[in-house]
């Protein structure tokens, strides 16, 4: 889900919402995403976004893992008609989601752990 709120006749901010679930030998980890970015229209129909993304694990039992995380998303938008329209965007993770905290082992140095949550987008999509 999106929405689209015009600032001028070039840019807009456009919130959005994702559910995402990722499952590997039978464990999965759902996630909610916030993506929050400024677009530029270059032309009237093709468009240029950045901004930040926040997501969310939703799992109960997470180990080691944060449940808050941060990127940086970059993307490329193109209106097909009013309402159809296609993009393509990438988020880089800035948020270390190793929880260090949790590692109760001493002899295990943790200064060097990072896991960061990194999505790749294409899109299809429909303007109400």
């Given at each position: 889900?999106?929405?689209?709120?015009?600032?001028?006749?070039?840019?807009?901010?456009?919130?959005?919402?994702?559910?995402?679930?990722?499952?590997?030998?039978?464990?999965?980890?759902?996630?909610?995403?916030?993506?929050?970015?400024?677009?530029?229209?270059?032309?009237?129909?093709?468009?240029?976004?950045?901004?930040?993304?926040?997501?969310?694990?939703?799992?109960?039992?997470?180990?080691?893992?944060?449940?808050?995380?941060?990127?940086?998303?970059?993307?490329?938008?193109?209106d097909i008609t009013d309402s159809i329209l296609?993009?393509?965007?990438?988020?880089?993770g800035i948020t270390n989601r190793i929880d260090?905290?949790?590692?109760?082992?001493?002899?295990?140095?943790?200064?060097?752990?990072?896991?960061?949550?990194?999505?790749?987008?294409?899109?299809?999509?429909?303007?109400?």
């Amino acid at each position: 889900m999106f929405a689209e709120f015009p600032l001028s006749e070039k840019f807009s901010i456009q919130p959005e919402f994702h559910y995402s679930s990722v499952t590997d030998d039978g464990e999965s980890l759902d996630n909610l995403i916030l993506p929050v970015f400024l677009k530029y229209y270059i032309t009237e129909k093709f468009n240029v976004m950045s901004g930040l993304q926040f997501d969310y694990f939703t799992e109960k039992d997470l180990g080691n893992l944060k449940r808050f995380g941060l990127g940086l998303g970059i993307g490329l938008g193109y209106d097909i008609t009013d309402s159809i329209l296609i993009s393509s965007r990438y988020s880089f993770g800035i948020t270390n989601r190793i929880d260090t905290q949790e590692f109760i082992d001493d002899f295990i140095d943790t200064s060097d752990l990072s896991a960061k949550t990194n999505i790749f987008q294409i899109g299809l999509g429909y303007r109400f």
